[in-house]
């Protein structure tokens, strides 16, 4: 299938006044795996969310809902995260989550908020740096869900806990990385997961699709355009490559960087 056929969806999705988080992850999935249809998986989480609905107490209280969700999601479903093969790129395939009942942070808080949404119990994602989270959208609720650990209820002294084991060099937690985060700016992690994990394995055409699908989202990240182009000029594509990187230097033209760009600029453009 073309390239740009197996993104229609995703982009599709991306321009929706309102981005339905679940349909758009499924989406990206379907890049990848063009045979998904998801609308199975769409009702799967239909079905989840009624068993759900089924087991909540008569009361809401908003402690009760998440243990609710929490104990069906990874007791009964068999949910959890993918600790012996944590980069392995399905784990970012919301399909494939569901199916192998595996997945990464970013991807099982995915699964979680598509069911808290269809229970009209509001959440929302945490840009935490190394561990995604989720939270109540309460004011001043003030506690965290992890679902890559079960779950677990967290206060902003674990947040502080998560960031010390994913970064050894101890950064203190800035208050504004616990804040809330738009479904385009997880989708965008998402695919920067992606994108390291293809170009670690040197999946190079995967790598460069991502990259395209960042920039759909965030056409501004200037080093992304940058770096797609120095991919671009390593493959010896380099009409593709003369693009991104002059437009770059448009954008950019004090850069640190500007000088070598121009020197490899210098180098196609006299081919």
């Not at 249809?37 to 107490?57: F, G, H, K």
């Amino acid at each position: 299938m073309d390239n740009q056929l197996q993104w229609h969806n995703f982009y599709q999705e991306l321009n929706q006044p309102e981005i339905d988080l679940a349909k758009a992850s499924l989406y990206l999935a379907q890049a990848e795996y063009p045979d998904l249809e998801p609308q199975v998986y769409l009702a799967a989480l239909d079905t989840i969310a009624a068993e759900i609905e089924a087991r909540l107490p008569i009361e809401r209280y908003p402690l009760k809902v998440i243990q609710t969700i929490s104990r069906y999601l990874f007791d009964t479903l068999g949910l959890k995260g993918n600790q012996k093969n944590y980069y392995d790129p399905d784990n970012s395939f919301l399909h494939l989550v569901l199916d192998r009942k595996l997945g990464i942070p970013i991807s099982l808080s995915i699964v979680y908020l598509a069911i808290a949404e269809r229970l009209n119990f509001p959440m929302q994602g945490v840009g935490l740096p190394g561990h995604f989270l989720i939270r109540p959208e309460f004011e001043h609720a003030g506690i965290f869900v992890d679902p890559y650990n079960r779950g677990e209820i967290l206060f902003e002294a674990d947040c502080q806990q998560r960031l010390n084991e994913a970064y050894p060099q101890k950064f203190k937690l800035d208050p504004a990385w616990l804040a809330p985060v738009s479904n385009k700016e997880i989708l965008a992690r998402m695919l920067n997961n992606l994108k390291l994990i293809y170009l670690h394995r040197r999946e190079i055409d995967k790598a460069l699709s991502t990259m395209s699908a960042i920039l759909k989202i965030n056409p501004e990240k200037t080093a992304e355009i940058r770096d797609r182009g120095l991919l671009y000029y390593q493959l010896n594509r380099w009409s593709e490559a003369i693009l991104d990187l002059e437009y770059y230097l448009k954008l950019n033209p004090s850069s640190d960087d500007a000088p070598i760009i121009e020197v490899l600029l210098e180098k196609m453009n006299r081919v």
